[in-house]
């Protein structure tokens, strides 16, 4: 969920429009709000200049995506005519990544490795530029190793670069590896950061227990982003997304809701923010909206997760015919990620929380385990495990799900309600009180549910 991150290095400054995967350079385009190089100057000069008007920054939008295709295009047409141009490869390599986040085709991933693979094999040394494209290009199609393995072959990652170091620590992040992702960001303390670093340090914050502290300097971090007209405009509207997903988490709904739809003002097609929309209508038993929001991610990209909204509404709405048609169009799309092995948490989750084929879910959450174990993985893995009747293996996973004092309620819940079945009443009040606290409406169904356990255990 979180690999978007990955995404906002990359775009937060001219050395780094990568963080998660973009970068920078000569290439890409965006220093402390400065127009980086030839690439920005070739997306100003295709936009008309009157959209560029005087006045508050935030309040326009650099509509760069309309002009996506037209500018890859010139890149094509520039690497044609220079094969040889490792910086041309480079920028067509960026731009990919862009329409990549914009329109959700994963040809476009795979064009960017490759641009990303022949400049470095023309410029080796002195590429790191390109060395996190390529990483951002591997961390989209969750080749998490590969992906490191990139970034630590990199010319001396650890000394001059701060963001492969940020983009490193994103990495061990999803791998799981917390110490190794507080390391290298106890190297960046002493040092200025961007709002793309700051983005990756939110995320560390928010898995460690400091979910306010996280959100105090995402909203810093998204405030410096509107600041510049010439941002992207779905980079722009992803920080808006993660300050929303934080609002949600402690339970500040009308915040939460508020960020998503400054998201989709700023990028229309952002499917993040409909699908954070849709969870957070949903718990909040508004059914109709969740299935409209639902409906508007899902005709951009049927993702599991937007679709298991689509179904829980429909059924709220009493339309068993709809629900039933969305839950063959999720196994469609599960096939098709089973096969690229990229939504296959998701897939887990949707089966667990709707009690169908259990043994395939926790061999879906066994597998996530062993390519890519952070709390998240093993928290998919402790439901999964407790649906199959698997308890010791779910309170195992549960408590490494746990055990940095995430502040999500529905990781807390899913602990608490693992150890009230083991009879492990202390543990059990402890986590399901946490869940309710953090945020009261956390889930659409399970938060009745951690009130009523807890009435159930006496208080």
């Given at each position: 969920m979180h690999l978007r991150i990955l995404w906002v290095l990359a775009l937060t400054s001219l050395l780094v429009l990568l963080r998660p995967s973009d970068t920078q350079a000569l290439s890409l385009g965006y220093t402390n709000g400065k127009l980086g190089t030839y690439s920005s100057v070739v997306q100003l000069l295709t936009v008309?200049?009157?959209?560029?008007?005087?006045?508050?920054?935030?309040?326009?939008?650099?509509?760069?995506?309309?002009?996506?295709?037209?500018?890859?295009?010139?890149?094509?047409?520039?690497?044609?005519?220079?094969?040889?141009?490792?910086?041309?490869?480079?920028?067509?390599?960026?731009?990919?990544?862009?329409?990549?986040?914009?329109?959700?085709?994963?040809?476009?991933?795979?064009?960017?490795?490759?641009?990303?693979?022949?400049?470095?094999?023309?410029?080796?040394?002195?590429?790191?530029?390109?060395?996190?494209?390529?990483?951002?290009?591997?961390?989209?199609?969750?080749?998490?190793?590969?992906?490191?393995?990139?970034?630590?072959?990199?010319?001396?990652?650890?000394?001059?670069?701060?963001?492969?170091?940020?983009?490193?620590?994103?990495?061990?992040?999803?791998?799981?590896?917390?110490?190794?992702?507080?390391?290298?960001?106890?190297?960046?303390?002493?040092?200025?950061?961007?709002?793309?670093?700051?983005?990756?340090?939110?995320?560390?914050?928010?898995?460690?227990?400091?979910?306010?502290?996280?959100?105090?300097?995402?909203?810093?971090?998204?405030?410096?982003?509107?600041?510049?007209?010439?941002?992207?405009?779905?980079?722009?509207?992803?920080?808006?997304?993660?300050?929303?997903?934080?609002?949600?988490?402690?339970?500040?709904?009308?915040?939460?809701?508020?960020?998503?739809?400054?998201?989709?003002?700023?990028?229309?097609r952002h499917i993040a923010a409909f699908t954070g929309l849709a969870r957070l209508l949903a718990a909040q038993h508004r059914w109709q909206d969740a299935l409209n929001a639902a409906n508007q991610g899902i005709e951009l990209m049927p993702q599991v997760e937007t679709l298991s909204y689509k179904a829980d509404a429909q059924l709220a709405l009493l339309d068993q015919k709809g629900a039933a048609e969305t839950e063959d169009l999720i196994g469609v799309v599960a096939y098709l990620s089973k096969v690229k092995g990229i939504y296959d948490r998701a897939l887990a989750v949707y089966y667990t929380e709707h009690g169908i084929h259990l043994t395939e879910a926790l061999e879906i959450a066994r597998s996530e385990v062993a390519v890519r174990d952070d709390v998240y993985a093993e928290d998919t893995l402790a439901w999964a495990a407790a649906a199959n009747g698997q308890w010791q293996e779910a309170q195992r996973a549960a408590q490494r799900a746990t055990r940095l004092g995430t502040e999500d309620a529905l990781l807390q819940f899913h602990a608490g309600m693992i150890a009230f079945h083991l009879g492990n009443r202390e543990e059990a009040v402890k986590r399901l009180t946490q869940a309710v606290s953090l945020n009261p409406q956390f889930h659409h169904k399970y938060a009745d549910q951690a009130r009523q356990a807890i009435l159930d255990l006496g208080f």
């Open positions: 008309n200049s009157r959209q560029i008007l005087p006045g508050k920054q935030s309040d326009l939008v650099f509509p760069d995506y309309l002009q996506r295709s037209h500018i890859i295009s010139v890149y094509e047409e520039k690497v044609a005519q220079s094969p040889d141009s490792s910086i041309f490869l480079r920028l067509l390599a960026d731009q990919y990544l862009r329409r990549f986040r914009e329109m959700a085709d994963v040809e476009d991933v795979l064009r960017a490795e490759q641009a990303a693979r022949r400049s470095l094999a023309l410029q080796p040394r002195h590429n790191q530029v390109s060395s996190m494209l390529l990483a951002s290009a591997l961390l989209s199609q969750h080749q998490f190793r590969s992906a490191l393995d990139v970034l630590n072959n990199a010319q001396n990652p650890s000394v001059d670069n701060p963001n492969i170091v940020s983009l490193l620590a994103s990495i061990q992040m999803e791998l799981g590896d917390y110490e190794a992702a507080d390391q290298l960001l106890q190297n960046l303390a002493q040092k200025e950061s961007n709002s793309g670093q700051n983005a990756v340090v939110a995320r560390y914050l928010e898995l460690t227990g400091n979910l306010a502290s996280a959100r105090q300097l995402l909203d810093k971090a998204m405030q410096e982003m509107d600041s510049f007209y010439t941002m992207s405009a779905e980079t722009r509207a992803w920080f808006h997304v993660r300050t929303g997903d934080l609002a949600f988490a402690a339970g500040d709904f009308a915040l939460s809701e508020q960020r998503y739809w400054e998201a989709l003002d700023l990028f229309p």
